[in-house]
């Protein structure tokens, strides 16, 4: 459904994206694509390419068969896009508005009514579409937003940043719609915000600075660190001494230690492989007689992943 | 092409929403009417439009229509709906032209209510109707080139201002400027600042007489900075 191969876009000499690279097919796991990323990663850029608002420097990209350099118009009939924060022409009607974009669409006129009906019901603008844009707040302008981009029943849906801005009712209700798009059409969200990622999405995408960090399922990269995940233990005796005999048992990696103010000693274990060695460690403590007072698995989430990955490129480019 | 008249209805309407098209609509009948007065309604004075409309109009509409085009894209850019209006199913040229004929309509509804005038002077002598639709004929190439100026330099920049302050200096200098070098000149460069200037082009209509040269200036150069404009607005989403 949308095929990104080596796309670089470079605006002065450090903005931008740079050799960005990702192939997704409809309904492999689900149609909900999180594009997530910090703030000034290259998220909207690559947005503002994939709906054809702006030519790449370099590279090829395809969204629903077509490539969207050659074969723009194409590409356009069949996307729908909300834009960060939702411009909309603040002195036309809502209603006005969204028959002037069917019209766009090449909609006859009752196909116009129908689906300026349909979207009305979908995103519940009933109570405010024949109020001028203006007038409305944030949220339903938003929604207004959102309606545009379905009424003509795209293939691919792309939502930058939906949610920015919005109240937690509204953001839970927006949430609740994307999933129901998700049923229908291949959405491409993009978004700052993790856990939203990581509720909503069957497919993400990581960008920092420009570059394609990771790209799986969330489960997909939930495995790629649990490989290195810890074991946090606090044990009573001394920090060398608990330390050594931690290192003894057979699959575990580093061990960092510190001493707590009060004689504990607190380990953090690092685990080789995907095997529980909470049992081991807990024998361990016993037969020499030591005391436990916590053990635990730090458990890996994507926001861990997440920060390591973007810190790790930091530290790369020196920053 | 087929999106055009979709455009120019939205421009058209947006016209009649926003404040500045009555406050402009204000100026342009107060000023004309000064002119119209001061000049017929003297003892002696001609019972003619020639004045008003020949004379007085092209100076009128420079610092008129610059303020009707310089949100054309200007706005656009700046609230973003750019965005959500080029990833439409929409190409660069629709676009400005649009917007170009949205304007142009808006011009001529101004300019009908000027018809006020030849009535008025009807009163009070024979008119010479020739002339008054020559005038108008005018009226209509002039305005158009204005309005094709003023959405390039809308195309330019996102700011309002910048795009009206240009679009002002330009016609300025087009009209008065080159005009009164022409008449200071002589020899070649009195007739290339002729063939330059928008007023020794459009005093032949003032006189009655629809030349068709002055009638392809108009309508190349109209062209000539629509299709800038265009060029504009591609190169701006290049970069």
Redesign the interface.
């Known amino acids: 459904m949308i095929q990104v191969n080596n796309l670089t876009k470079r605006?002065g000499p450090s903005r931008g994206i740079e050799d960005v690279s990702f192939n997704i097919d409809r309904g492999e796991t689900g149609n909900i694509i999180g594009f997530l990323g910090p703030n000034g990663a290259g998220k909207s850029t690559t947005i503002?390419i994939l709906?054809?608002?702006?030519?790449a420097t370099s590279g090829t990209a395809t969204v629903a068969g077509h490539n969207v350099f050659t074969e723009s118009?194409q590409v356009?009939?069949k996307?729908g896009?909300l834009?960060e924060?939702a411009?909309?022409?603040?002195?036309?009607r809502a209603r006005?508005y969204l028959d002037?974009?069917a019209?766009?669409?090449?909609m006859s006129r009752n196909d116009r009514i129908a689906a300026v009906g349909r979207v009305t019901e979908k995103c519940w603008l009933g109570d405010f579409i024949d109020r001028p844009i203006g007038q409305l707040s944030k949220g339903m302008r938003q929604r207004v937003?959102l309606a545009?981009a379905l009424l003509h029943d795209p293939e691919v849906l792309f939502l930058d940043e939906p949610t920015i801005g919005l109240d937690p009712n509204q953001i839970r209700e927006t949430r609740k719609l994307i999933r129901e798009l998700g049923q229908r059409h291949v959405v491409f969200l993009s978004s700052h915000i993790l856990h939203e990622v990581e509720q909503l999405c069957t497919h993400t995408i990581i960008i920092a600075n420009g570059r394609v960090l990771a790209d799986g399922s969330p489960a997909e990269l939930r495995e790629r660190i649990s490989g290195s995940s810890r074991l946090i233990a606090e044990i009573k005796g001394g920090v060398d001494e608990t330390r050594s005999a931690v290192q003894g048992i057979s699959g575990v990696g580093a061990v960092e230690s510190g001493e707590e103010p009060d004689g504990w000693s607190r380990l953090s274990i690092e685990a080789n492989g995907t095997g529980d060695i909470r049992e081991e460690v807990f024998r361990l403590v016993a037969d020499k007689g030591w005391a436990l007072r916590e053990l635990r698995h730090e458990v890996a989430s994507l926001e861990d992943f997440f920060i390591k990955i973007t810190a790790e490129q930091r530290q790369d480019a020196g920053v | 092409m087929r999106n055009i008249p979709t455009l120019t209805h939205r421009e058209l309407s947006t016209q009649f929403y926003s404040p500045i098209a009555y406050i402009v609509i204000t100026i342009f009948l107060v000023i004309s009417g000064i002119f119209f007065i001061s000049d017929n309604f003297t003892s002696g004075g001609e019972a003619s439009v020639r004045d008003i409309f020949g004379n007085y109009m092209p100076l009128i509409l420079v610092f008129i229509l610059p303020m009707l085009t310089m949100r054309l894209m200007s706005e656009e850019y700046r609230s973003g709906t750019i965005e959500t209006l080029m990833t439409a199913p929409v190409n660069d040229a629709e676009v400005i032209l649009g917007k170009f004929f949205g304007a142009v309509l808006f011009y001529f509804v101004l300019l009908a209510s000027t018809l006020v005038y030849p009535i008025v002077v009807s009163l009070y002598g024979p008119l010479d109707v020739g002339l008054t639709l020559s005038c108008y004929v005018g009226l209509m190439l002039v305005g158009s080139l204005y309005i094709a100026v003023g959405i390039f330099f809308s195309s330019c920049t996102r700011n309002q201002v910048i795009a009206v302050l240009c679009s002002f200096v330009l016609l300025a200098v087009f009209t008065f400027l080159v005009h009164y070098i022409g008449q200071q000149q002589e020899g070649v460069v009195r007739v290339v600042m002729q063939h330059l200037s928008i007023i020794s082009h459009f005093q032949d209509f003032s006189r009655g007489l629809v030349d068709i040269t002055h009638v392809v200036f108009f309508l190349s150069s109209t062209c000539l900075f629509l299709f800038f404009a265009v060029k504009i607005l591609e190169f701006r989403r290049w970069r």
Do not use: A, S, V
């Not at chain 1, 411009?87 to 036309?92: D, N």
């Open positions: 605006y503002r709906t054809c608002y702006q030519p118009l356009r009939r996307i896009y834009p924060n411009p909309l022409y603040p002195e036309m006005e002037f974009r019209k766009l669409h090449r937003g545009d």
